[in-house]
């Protein structure tokens, strides 16, 4: 019989180092474990702390209108993010970072616990603190002046605050999102959005603070030149300057210096500052060469300089900035000032202002001269209520946000560091910008009757994706398709005053609307296709890296025609596109869709 083989003997030394490498491997495998279950129960707590942070910030919300009560409730915040951000950051956390696929799960938890921690604990806390002493009544004006000390108080916590906040913003933005799972990629991205909007509140009340006591005259007296834009004659930005007025500040008071009309300010032979050549191609000289026409071109800057230099030249004086307004705006300060008298006896209401100063005023009076008197009466009349503090604060405070966000209310400044910080502000009334957040189309209308004939058009403005695809990183590229359907829906010419149909001036007859519009493509996109009701066609050209498309639709009353243009991204970028319109009487002046996810 074979003998059965009898397995080798290994070396002792062979037996000693296989010992030696199971202890160190079971020795591992225990340290991995004990790794995973350190992270997982850190992680566990780690939630459980941020979710008590996100109901208290909920909570929060409700409290703001008591800065006493906020400043708690963030305190709150403050320490549970804390200890979410302790719980994420430890070494054994931060080793476990470098591990592929978790890894990267685990660094963008750590970074979003940092980032959050940043914004309750170093950028709100200080904020929070100093408005909890800040009496929003302290804002009513006194005998025409406004204190200024509650606004220099503040400016150094929103100033920190806010670069907090861009800081942290910038963080999560920076987080690659293509290897992360679903739950972590989502949290990214609806953290991003959050702090984004965060970002952009803190840096208003930060721009604010730092302008408003300038612009107010707390260094030295300023003046400030009033445009009154007239929505029944569309101009880019808004409508012909009809009124204007100077204002003065002088150490927190504000007077009205000076009013006149747009009659006083003759048509001048050459435009009265150089015009860029994309400018010239588009609009043409006009925009430089007459008051009414200075918000032509969609950019308030060029607008300001414009207007600062015609009034330069009819007065000798230069105004340190141009601020311009519509009877919209005039009828959100109604709201929160209350009705006003005028000299001529009509009680001026939020309810009636726009109908009685962009329609009812040219059936009244045949002569510009009375109707421009009509119309600065009232604005003098609005500007005193709220120079004289009357109303709430708080509500006038909310009717100026609501015309700055509906770009009724705009701004330029001479002085360069007031206007870089307008800059990004829908105050600044710039030229529509395709960010992170939006491409951004325009849709910008102007008369071409010559007369007040768009108190009764409409523009119905739609944008969408035609076919869009979303990546791993959140962003969208595809095609999307912008539509504006005109509309007359004037009476018959014969019920209505010459003044208001242009009396077949212009070479237009008398009831139809004529309406030259300017169509900008988001930053980055390109034309495919572009579609217009009738046998016309589309002029253009470019406007700071822009394609522009223009048109010309004359409309009889009950008329309409639409405008079709499609553009498809060249990148990937924004999941929402958006259109920024002309602002109009009671319609949207902007409008979005998003792309949605697959």
Known sequence: MTPAPTAPVLPRAARVAGVVFAAVLGALLVCVVAAAAWIGIRGILAYGHLDDAQTAAALTRDQLTDPASAADAVATIADDT??????????????????PWVGPQLAAVSTMTVAVDDVAGSALTPLVEVAGTFDVDSLRPQDGRLDLSPFTEIQDAAAASAEELV??????????????????????????????DTRDGAGAVARATALLPAMLGADEPRTY?????NNAEWRSLGGITGAVAAIRTDDGSLSLAAQGSS???????????????????????????YIQNVTQVPDFAVSGALAQEMWQRETGETVDGVIAVDPVALSYLLEATGPVILPTGDELTAGNAVDLLL???YFRYDVPAEQDA????????VFDAVADGRGDPAALLSALTRAGDEHRLLLWSAHEHDQELLADTTLAGGLPRTDDEAARFGVFLNDGTGSKMDYYVTADTVVGWDACMVDDTGAAQGEATLSVTLANTAPDASDLPDYITGGGGFGVPAGTARTVGYIYLPEGWELTDAEIDGDLGFGGGTHDGRRVLTFELDL?????ASVFVTARSVHAGARTV???STPRIGQATEVVATCPRA
Do not use: H, K, M
Request: net charge negative; aromatic share 8%; proline share 6%.
């Open 82 to 99: 804390a200890a979410a951000r302790s719980l994420t950051t430890d070494p054994i956390w931060r080793a476990a970072e470098v591990l």
């Open 578 to 580: 958006e259109a920024v």
């Open 556 to 560: 009889e009353s009950g008329e309409q």
């Open 359 to 361: 329609n009812d005023v």
């Open 225 to 229: 030149l009033l445009l009154f834009q």
């Open 167 to 196: 800081d942290a913003a910038e963080a999560v933005s920076a987080i690659d999102r293509s290897p992360l799972v679903t739950p972590v990629r989502e949290a990214v991205r609806d953290l991003s959005a959050l702090l984004a």
């Open 263 to 289: 009659s006083d300010f003759p048509r001048y032979d050459d435009a009265v500052l150089p015009l860029d050549e994309e400018i010239l191609g588009i609009y043409g000289t006009r925009p430089g060469r």
């Open 374 to 381: 009509f119309f600065a009466a009232a604005a003098a009349a």
